[in-house]
């Protein structure tokens, strides 16, 4: 093998290892932050109202601030409890909204579930 070739294939193996440290950090940035201590309607309370300020905007935030000030709910919004996964569905709105419709699914089939059990 030449010295070219040689570093032809350095080359090759250095750009398909950095190709794969960066598809796994775009993947990783998708994660969203571990929801621990939270309820499962907490969560979805959370991932509503973050579908809400990037629909409706800045003006909608700084309302819901105001008017949910003290409300012990909503102290995601001031970086309480849930505050990181808020941030992380306001930063990932495909994904949030993805994982939001997966529950309300999930909870029509288990509603479903349940009268069928009856």
Request: hydrophobic residues 35%.
């Amino acid at each position: 093998m030449t010295s070219s070739s040689s570093d032809a294939t350095q080359a090759a193996a250095a750009a398909a290892t950095l190709a794969a440290a960066l598809e796994e950090q775009e993947h990783e940035e998708q994660e969203p932050p571990p929801a621990d201590g939270l309820e499962p309607n907490h969560v979805q309370l959370i991932r509503n109202t973050a579908l809400g300020v990037i629909r409706n905007g800045a003006q909608f935030a700084e309302w819901l601030q105001t008017k949910r000030r003290g409300d012990k709910q909503y102290t995601f919004l001031f970086k309480g409890l849930g505050h990181d996964y808020y941030q992380w569905c306001l930063s990932n709105p495909e994904e949030c909204k993805r994982l939001e419709d997966a529950a309300q699914e999930q909870q029509a089939d288990d509603a479903e579930s349940d009268s069928d059990a009856s």
